[in-house]
């Protein structure tokens, strides 16, 4: 083991010792997970509750205005090959006909294969 423990979070003893999958602080017997506080991750759901994932294709469930440009994105549009992002516009997506744009999940279903 090369990993150099973190400080406890409570009392910030650097004396702490992993036992499994926590770590324990022998000073104020705190007990805790590490990375759980990292592990910052963000479920991102379409219209209605499906859970979205890179690689899923989608359709888009209402005309969508492209910004910029006087195209816009009709309903039923598919779109393949997604990618989850951070951000307002949370999925980022080639659609056809209009290219590299970001959409929000909220205007997305998820296809089925
Ligand atoms: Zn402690």
Known sequence: MTDTLPPCPECSSI???QVDALLTCPECGHEWSPGAEADDFVVVRDSVGNVLADGDTVTVI?????????????VGTKVRGI???DGDH?????????G?????SQFVK????
């Open 100 to 104: 590299q744009m970001g959409l929000k």
């Open 90 to 98: 949370d999925i980022d997506c080639k659609v056809p006909g209009i």
């Open 15 to 17: 004396y702490t010792y």
């Open 83 to 85: 990618r989850l992002v």
């Open 62 to 74: 209402k005309d969508l205005k492209v910004k910029g440009s006087s195209s816009s994105i009709k």
């Open 110 to 113: 998820k296809v089925s294969e």
